[in-house]
């Protein structure tokens, strides 16, 4: 079992940045690939980027690609979302998720997730 924390999230202007991390216990981070999803209201849950096990490879949406970066960090068992030039169609409710497979921009591929951290973008 893999226990995913999301943090970092928050109200921030439209053009600012945040960084949410992703905290993990229960097995090493390392034999996961990982990815983040959000989720506005009324919406459905989307991709937003996703990682292989080592962090070399990297996909993004359409939609934050040259805004958004995931890195990680195996020895510390944390990931990181870092968001800049945030736009107020960015609010959502952002998760991270694991799996034991490899990543992917389905949601149904991921074995563990967060419960969420709040990013709000105003305009």
């Known amino acids: 079992q893999v226990q995913l924390v999301e943090s970092g999230g928050g109200l921030v202007q439209a053009g600012g940045s945040l960084r949410l991390s992703c905290a993990a216990s229960?097995?090493?981070?390392?034999?996961?690939?990982m990815a983040w999803f959000r989720q506005a209201p009324g919406k459905e849950r989307e991709f937003v980027g996703g990682m292989n096990w080592s962090g070399v490879s990297t996909y993004y949406a359409d939609s934050v690609k040259g805004r958004f970066t995931i890195s990680r960090d195996n020895a510390k068992n944390t990931v990181w979302l870092q968001m800049n030039s945030l736009k107020p169609e960015d609010t959502a409710t952002y998760y991270c998720a694991a799996s034991s497979r490899y990543y992917s921009a389905y949601s149904s591929s991921y074995d563990y997730w967060g419960q969420g951290t709040q990013v709000t973008v105003s305009s």
């Open positions: 229960g097995r090493p981070l390392s034999s996961y690939a």
